[in-house]
Nanobody
Framework: QVQLVESGGGYVQPGGSLRLSCAPS????????RAWYRQAPGKQRELVAV???????NYADSVKGRFTISRDTAKNTMYLQMNSLKPEDTAVYYC?????????WGQGTQVTVSS
């Protein structure tokens, strides 16, 4: 019954920044990976950023150097810091937590980059 609640999406001009947040309704244990995905209209969902249990991160080539995935254990929250945003970053962004037992998804938050 655990849910991932996302926030931080919005409308921003090219070159701007946004920080997405994702917080589970209750603490989740045995996390294997934390990740952010996005899906643009008419497109397939794609992996944007992922963090493994040892802290290793990986990013889609299209966002390397601009996006950063992080976590705050004390606040039980994960983040996606997005800088130098481009129109092609426009999509619905979803957080994901994969555990040994369940695969949790956020409800999605809209990010629109336009002048």
């Amino acid at each position: 019954q655990v849910q991932l609640v996302e926030s931080g999406g919005g409308y921003v001009q090219p070159g701007g920044s946004l920080r997405l947040s994702c917080a589970p309704s209750e603490r989740i244990f045995n996390i294997i990976t934390r990740a952010w995905y996005r899906q643009a209209p008419g497109k397939q969902r794609e992996l944007v950023a992922v963090m493994t249990t040892d802290g290793t991160t990986n990013y889609a080539d299209s966002v390397k150097g601009r996006f950063t995935i992080s976590r705050d254990t004390a606040k039980n929250t994960m983040y996606l810091q997005m800088n130098s945003l481009k129109p092609e970053d426009t999509a619905v962004y979803y957080c994901n937590l994969y555990t040994y037992n369940y695969d949790y998804w956020g409800q999605g938050t809209q990010v629109t980059v336009s002048s």
